[in-house]
């Protein structure tokens, strides 16, 4: 009866120890693929306050927009032992390795922002990903032309001439954005005519270079230019005005993320709209997510978070 009462006791320590190592105390490993992005700057600025604010250590490095490098730090963290990764890959097409990696150390990856494809994420019970339906926000930009007073067609020729500013062709959210800004036209029975679609790395100086090209060789002919993201979009805002173009009066300009300058233009009518990619929803989600696969918990294979529309006051 002693032996069992010792037992019993020895076993609620244990227990309790176990619960007191996954409540806080642990040690996190975060990735992002480029510290020189301005979303993903707000995203792991939130991240990791939140997870320090929860009493864990995080530490968080930039993988420079490099695979090799990023997976040099994966393997260095896991020499360290984390106890989980949460990662935003240069490369969504290097998740593979990475849960290879992950999963011969037995340390669980939330994966962020670049979602990897459904066979890779089941590879391995112990890895998720954590992101918006980047469907949602490309249907969403269509849908902010379609509620314009000429369904975008703002130049009258029985057309909507776009421009699309693409973030960048291997990343899904850019895929997505691309494709269904349009589809939402052309659902709604709207003919399209694309005039230039070029890719600008989500970067600001690079959109406004596409942006300045697109409106030297096609002048009154663009309708509407399309960013991908916010970044972007604020450099084709430069590029409109020294083209003395006019939003809302000769052209229309969307973007996603709604960063602050970028909510800021759409309330001045700078831009025509954006759509609000959650990163606070998405940080804590992606904490929340990594603290539990860290106790044990087998996660589900997505978490995703809602974009929101984002028009002028
Ligand atoms: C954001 C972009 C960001 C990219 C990075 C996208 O979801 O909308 O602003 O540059 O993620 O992967």
Not at 38 to 66: I, Q
Request: with cysteine; aromatic share 6%; glycine share 8%.
């Amino acid at each position: 009866m002693k032996k069992l009462l010792a037992f019993a006791l020895a076993l609620v320590m244990v227990l309790s120890m176990a619960s007191f190592a996954t409540a806080e105390g642990l040690n996190i490993g975060v990735c992002i693929y480029k510290f020189d992005d301005n979303f993903m700057t707000l995203y792991r600025t939130e991240l990791e306050s939140y997870l320090t604010g929860m009493g864990h250590t995080v530490t968080v490095v930039d993988g420079k927009n490099d695979q090799a490098e990023q997976t040099n730090q994966i393997n260095s963290f896991i020499a360290q032992g984390v106890d989980v990764m949460i990662v935003n890959l240069v490369q969504s097409t290097a998740a593979a390795t990475v849960i290879d990696l992950a999963a011969a150390a037995d340390i669980p990856v939330v994966f962020i922002n670049r979602e990897p494809t459904a066979d890779d994420l089941a590879i391995w019970e112990k890895v998720c990903y954590v992101g918006a339906d980047a469907r949602q926000s490309g249907t969403m930009q269509g849908q902010i032309v379609l509620n314009t007073e000429n369904k975008g067609d703002i130049n009258g020729n029985g057309k909507v001439d776009y421009v699309m500013i693409i973030g960048d062709p291997e990343n899904v959210d850019a895929q997505y954005r691309t494709e269904y800004s349009v589809k939402a036209l052309t659902d709604a029975g709207l003919e399209v005519n694309e005039l230039f679609a070029q890719r600008g790395d989500w970067d600001q100086a690079k959109g406004q270079e596409l942006a300045a090209t697109a409106l030297a060789q096609f002048g009154n002919e663009i309708d509407v230019i399309f960013c991908n993201n916010d970044a972007m979009a604020l450099g084709a805002v430069q590029a409109i005005r020294d083209a003395g173009r006019v939003v809302g009066e000769d052209i229309y300009l969307l973007g996603v993320d709604a960063l602050a300058e970028a909510v800021e233009l759409v309330n001045a009518g700078e831009m025509t709209g954006t759509v609000l990619n959650d990163h606070v929803g998405q940080a804590h989600t992606a904490a929340d997510v990594a603290v539990k696969v860290a106790a044990g918990e087998i996660p589900e294979k997505n978490y995703t978070v809602d974009y929101v529309m984002v028009t002028g006051k």
